[in-house]
């Protein structure tokens, strides 16, 4: 997706239900660098998700102990992350 422009606009249709194809240019551009390389997660992020949720529940249960990172940076140490986008 990072990598090949011309490849991921004929698909974002498909998974987004926009078909105009100058916002998708767009919404590409615009959120491209905002992507990271390695995709951790972090407290924030899960934290700003069950925000979103509709059930009072779920925005009060603590997640923090389920993030887990190790396998992401595992294959990033390996190098694996890094041959994706070359």
């Known amino acids: ?9 004929p698909v974002l249709p498909k998974y987004t239900g926009v078909t105009n194809d100058e916002w998708n240019s767009y919404a590409y551009e615009f959120f491209m660098p905002l992507l990271s390389t390695i995709p ?4 924030d992020v ?4 069950q925000e979103l ?3 009072a529940e779920t925005r009060k249960l603590n ?3 389920y993030i887990n ?3 992401v940076d595992k294959l990033a140490s390996q190098g694996f992350i890094d041959k994706l986008y070359r």
């Open 1 to 9: 997706m990072k990598r090949n422009k011309q490849k991921t606009l």
């Open 40 to 43: 951790r997660m972090t407290p």
């Open 46 to 49: 899960v934290k700003a998700t």
């Open 53 to 55: 949720s509709t059930l």
């Open 63 to 65: 997640l923090k102990p």
């Open 69 to 71: 990172n190790g396998f």
